[in-house]
């Protein structure tokens, strides 16, 4: 028998399986992993103070460094507390490893406190893999079969249940890494059936998403787009799109479905590239859920496990299109906006600012509407969205990108209502010092639910559903509530005062919050 | 059919069933039930900005209040924030309902971005009844039965998931209210099997739990201790616990397996009353799960369904308690504190300052060993405790409490690891301007898991295990964040400051919170 516990065995294993961080927040049932992490060098343990934090930190990490990190659970709660974060991931398609602490094997029985039905909560966001390790020497291969799950394309959520006696006893053993599958190669039947669509001289769109939307991906959906006059259009909220001056621009499908069919009008055939057929957010009273365009043909050319790239190349090739025909956004700022302090004013200045390699963590919701237009032609940049739309995934996932991307500056477009559900996501960059630069929308309300109210045709609200969407009465002061956790905050009321303030704490080093004052909806 | 909508049906339904109080953190897929509130003007509707605070919040007001009260919640993601304190709630074993909105039953086959498993999840913490309405006609029928099972004694967590179009469809319907089943008498003959073992002549002790723990319980409890001289225990984490001068004093059996096993030591006989069988909340390394010592025989007097007071006084006739025999705690206070500012300090100044009729929510944690001992004599209060180990509960409680019982001051307990989960819960004070004073106890670090990290046998922590255990670097400043959520704040570091301010608080209308910097541990 080894002379490791099995916590010590899991931890090196995920190391050599390329898994070095651990966004945490443990208790009693994970103390032995959290001890054997200082016998692993390798392994960096970042604390969250609520597991929201610590599972979209995750997800920011693995959307940068495009490897999983793992997270630090303590039993059914703590899975709880981190669902809809996971629920982002799962949509995003990340790959992450839950490692959940559970009571002791012998322990279960006694229905202490802590006891839950874990495994059940685990499929919510894991659906594809969950296990309770049950042998201590067994938890290495259990460890590196979870990294090869998260890591099978294109990434999912796989959620190791950890028994303390199991992660306390001897006997652990470090596993060899399992190699996850290759990404398929799309046919070249398939490739074929789509040419000939593409190049049916009808109107053509392509809808590209998850892993089309880098720049090997993109060049090539935009030479087939100039090669057939086909419209580009991206998944509405992708989990990480390369954009800025020198790379093609995509237009993304917008959030309400009357929008988005505006967009696809005309259209007889829409290319799926690791995208699904569009569908409305939200079901409406009156309006269609399903928004592909009638008479228009669907067609499937990559899904997320394939070779997503190499089958736009392919098509590119098929159909004849130039090797240097994708049109680019040229470079182009807006200027520093002055006057009223308005969402658009702030996307302005975001746009004029932006710095070269930024990574932008986008929940402004409707206060965002206009930042992606504004930044088109800065310098390149990521952009990462709200895949599930479970609001309070901004600052953590800003969070988690800087802890991935130490070299590259964040910036969080953060609406106030959703800030307030993982807000605590400030205090981990300032421990870890990262460079996240937070715009806080403060409009005073939850914007969104007052658009809402009013497309799903509920009758004109009264005083108490009005009261159940406005956030002031207080209002909340996030300059204090930054500083208590540690993050130096401003407050901005006029635009030139955001343009300032931002311009500054885009050249400071570490964490900071600029309040934006902007005024309310609805 | 009828003109009124399922939302309205629904809330009507609620209304007729005697539940008036909605915690609610709603999305767009719940905007017909939050239009619908204003056409009762009987639904009073709470808002919280997270769904932690929203179920922490019903808990607290259900055992205050001892009726249900209902929350209303967003899809998957918006139950699993809360899943935490339902957990706490389940275990608690309070009436409560939850309503989860859902996607439209015709929207659910698209897979949007909010779309997840939501009944898997929900049977985590509503194991005894979970449904998903699916006709507008029967919703006011499912309601009516959600509150029956949420009222079937002891009591019981029941959630409602209700897809949009059932909630927004014409033709809802007011349901009559579902009497739920009365508690059951224990037996005769297990009132005289367990008389003849109390009678025995050998070391007894009685556990009581659950609703045995009110005044009229609690007496009957006591004349029988003192009848047999048997030992008064009272289970560790109760959900409410009357207690104060003129009521009898019951024993809190310890966190600490080792404390509790000394707590019985010696006893041939442990009769439960609404409480299980004593086991360790963890599992520990070579230490017992099951704490009932050897050679103690256990008893069930009566159960979470029974009717528990009723079975304890049919048990104190049986073996010829006096009427007047139960042993009450004497009034005393201690002396306002003086000198350094320590958790004892803090638990004195409660005890000199408690006022008549307060309740307490504690969730000091290990900070609060003490505080039970100095206000033991204080005048009547209630005392309640965080029954499922998750922690967050605390500010949440009271918040609910303070809703359900405008009429008594509410006392929060914190710690400065557990406050950081459910924080804004803050806010919903300062909205709904509650009575409730909040302690802070800023050690500056998980005091528990220090503690737990050298109970548990690993090695000797490392610097990142103590990292992961430590609030300090930076420090949080509780104050800054209170005042950002609109409540007002100072902070004590030595015992007279928190005298001074707790007594001033206590006297002034609407929510306060000191924070009180105590020495760290570990």
Redesign the interface.
Known sequence: MSDINGAQALIRTLVACGVDTCF?N????E??F??????VPEMR?V?G??E?VATGAADGYARLAERPAVTLLHL???L?????N???A??ARVPMINVVGD??T??KQ?????E??IE??A???S?GWVRTSQYTAELGRDAAEAVAAARTPPGQVATLILP??VS?SPGGDVATPVEPPARSTVPADTIDAVAKAVRSGEPVGLLVGGAALRQRGLMAAARIAAAVQARLLCET?PARLERGAGLPAVERLAYLGEFALGQMAGLRHLVLVDA?AP?????Y?DKP??LVPEGCEVHVLATGGDDVAGALEDLAEAIGAAADGAAVQPASRPALPTGELTPDAIAQAVGALLPEGAVVADEANTSGLTAPLHTAGASRHDWLCL????I?QGLPVATGAAVARPDRKVIALQAD?SA??TF?AL?TQ??EALDVVTVLYNNRSYA??NM??NR????P?????R?????S?????????A????VPATRATTAAELSDQLARALVEPGPALIEAMVPGFG
């Open positions: 945490a443990p208790g009693t049932s103390m032995h959290v001890a054997a992490l200082d016998t343990g604390l103070l609520f929201g059914g709660p703590g709880g507390n981190g669902l809809a996971l629920h982002n799962r949509k009571h002791a012998y322990h006694y229905d202490a406190q802590l839950s039905d059940t909560v499929h919510n966001v659906p303390a006696d306390w909220f699904k569908v409305s957010f939200f079901a009273p859920s399903y895949t599930g739309g479970a309070g209502g307030l559900y605590q205090w300032a421990r969104i639910l809402e109210l799903v045709g509920a009758e609200p009264g005083p108490k559903a009261s159940l969407l406005d956030l009465d207080p209002n909340i002061d996030f300059v204090s509530m500083r208590g956790l540690g």
